[in-house]
């Protein structure tokens, strides 16, 4: 079966940093853009940023531009989400997600991602 499971997520206080972790099963994530979204409490599901398959990054959103990195580790099969400077704005549930296709922009939307993490839950708190 084709999964992704993300993890890392937790408690941090404004400014601090964090590294989510995207593990997938029954597939090479080397072949498929991958992106991370987030959903806010009584928010849409957002994207964040992509990664494609020839590890071109692209931002879904302004706000975590110098601040936020994807990237992919082919030999664990994984791809990370690092955040740094974080904000309280960026508390939500992240969730990563694989879409079967090698190349072109990865900034689609969610009905166009084929394989979805169950989400981590990010709180960023004084």
């Known amino acids: 079966q084709k999964q992704l499971v993300e993890s890392g997520g937790g408690l941090v206080q404004p400014g601090g940093s964090l590294r989510l972790s995207c593990a997938a099963s029954?597939?090479?994530?080397?072949?498929?853009?991958v992106a991370w979204f987030r959903q806010a409490p009584g928010k849409e599901r957002e994207g964040v940023l992509c990664?494609?398959?020839?590890?071109?990054?692209?931002y879904y959103e302004d706000s975590v531009k110098g601040r936020f990195t994807i990237s992919r580790d082919s030999a664990k099969n994984m791809v990370y989400l690092q955040m740094n400077s974080l904000k309280p704005e960026d508390t939500a549930v992240y969730y990563c997600?694989?879409?079967?296709?090698?190349?072109?922009?990865?900034?689609?939307?969610?009905?166009?991602?084929?394989?979805w993490g169950q989400g981590t839950q990010v709180t960023v708190s004084s």
């Open positions: 997600a694989a879409g079967d296709w090698y190349y072109g922009d990865c900034r689609a939307g969610r009905a166009e991602y084929d394989y």
């Open positions: 029954g597939f090479s994530l080397d072949y498929y853009a």
């Open positions: 990664i494609t398959g020839s590890d071109t990054t692209a």
